[in-house]
């Protein structure tokens, strides 16, 4: 079949075209809708101010948060509370225009707390040059495991400075799932070999924005450009469910079990085999690197790595892809989306 999608130089009306024509396909895989049952709260009673309160913008309901980036500062916010496993989730409408060298992360960890034997879930937005799909990345680290990054790059289907999407992260005694709206893109399933690795103790939500002009668009060529300051990210449909705890307490003093069995009896702790095939397809379509196909770096997956066949012969050695990307790459862009792909794997060691 002769798919436009072959075509080498898509005009970006033809990009549009594809990304309508794909979020359809997604969606018809994806024909059980999950509803996340789940209850939004109000910036105050979830939130506080993390840095930079003066670029902490509060709609007058206390529920939608803006965060802004200008040429003083990015800002950013954490949860109020520690959680020991929980769903976590926020509809983002990310900066319009031009974006090249923001990164906008929505994600928990522990770092304060435990400085060298951290945990943290990651799900990163790349900041995108005007007319070019988006991209952004999931990440997991457990108790320090920051020399052993299992993250995954991703291109958007849509455009995710139009309206909010919901990008979720759940985390059980399990599993981890990364969701953008109702659709599963990466499930970790926790295996006694990964250890440490999968991050288990108490952790703190984020949600931040920053200039990352030396390393997030193409290698760090694109910087942010403060002639269209300032760089706004709104966060609203605020969810923060899972047992709160005291981190510094060794004995947590609440009892989690009951609450951890709630969260993996939710609907969203489960990957159907429906939302599986949606999960496949967006993977096969848009993932564009992938540390268990990446055998330069890990010649033996990680224990966690499921190696799915039609995935893996996306790869080259590097992890990056090996074929055509599947809305018309060039090679000269491929090799910069390489050359990205090392920089953002050096700088994710921070
Ligand atoms: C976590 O890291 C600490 C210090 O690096 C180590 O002593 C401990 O054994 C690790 N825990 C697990 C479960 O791997
Ligand atoms: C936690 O609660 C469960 C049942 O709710 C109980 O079986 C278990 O013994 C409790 N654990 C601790 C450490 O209190």
């Known amino acids: 079949m002769h798919s436009p999608i072959e075509r080498k130089q898509p005009s970006f009306s033809l990009f549009l075209f594809l990304c309508i024509t794909i979020t359809f396909k997604?969606?018809?895989?994806?024909?059980?809708?999950i509803a996340f049952n789940v209850s939004t709260l109000t910036f105050g009673e979830s939130y506080s101010p993390l840095f930079s309160k003066f670029n902490i913008q509060l709609s007058p309901d206390d529920k939608t948060v803006r965060l802004l980036l200008n040429r003083f500062s990015g800002s950013g916010i954490i949860s109020s509370d520690y959680y020991?496993?929980?769903?976590?989730?926020?509809?983002?409408?990310?900066?319009?225009?031009?974006?090249?060298?923001?990164v906008v992360a929505f994600y928990t960890s522990n770092v304060d707390t435990f400085e060298y034997n951290?945990?943290?879930?990651?799900?990163?937005?790349l900041g995108n040059v005007q007319g070019k799909a988006w991209r952004f990345q999931t990440n997991v680290y457990g108790n320090g495991s920051v020399s052993r990054g299992r993250e995954e790059r991703y291109r958007m289907w849509f455009d995710p400075s139009k309206d909010s999407h919901r990008y979720s992260i759940l985390w059980t005694p399990k599993n981890i799932i990364f969701y953008v709206d109702e659709i599963p893109i990466r499930e970790v399933i926790r295996n006694e070999a990964m250890r440490g690795d999968y991050p288990s103790k108490p952790m703190s939500v984020y949600a931040t924005i920053w200039d990352a002009s030396s390393w997030a668009t193409n290698g760090g060529k694109k910087k942010v450009d403060y002639r269209y300051q300032p760089f706004i990210a709104e966060f609203k449909d605020l969810v923060l469910q899972g047992c709160v705890v005291d981190p510094v307490d060794q004995i947590p003093s609440s009892n989690c079990s009951d609450s951890n069995a709630a969260l993996m009896a939710a609907d969203f702790a489960t990957v159907s085999a429906e939302a599986r095939k949606s999960m496949r397809l967006f993977?096969?379509?848009?993932?564009?690197?992938?540390?268990?196909?990446?055998?330069?770096?890990?010649?033996?997956?990680?224990?966690?790595?499921?190696?799915?066949?039609?995935?893996r012969e996306m790869f080259k050695s590097s992890g990056g892809l090996k074929g055509k990307i599947r809305f018309g790459g060039s090679n000269r862009r491929r090799r910069r989306a390489k050359r990205r792909s090392d920089a953002a794997i050096a700088a994710s060691g921070r």
Request: proline share 9%; glycine share 4%.
């Open 283 to 311: 993977r096969q379509r848009y993932m564009y690197y992938s540390y268990c196909y990446d055998t330069l770096r890990y010649p033996v997956p990680p224990p966690e790595c499921l190696i799915v066949p039609s995935e």
């Open 118 to 125: 951290h945990d943290e879930l990651d799900i990163e937005f």
């Open 26 to 33: 997604i969606a018809i895989a994806f024909n059980i809708a």
């Open 84 to 102: 020991n496993y929980g769903f976590f989730s926020a509809s983002i409408k990310m900066p319009s225009r031009y974006t090249a060298g923001i």
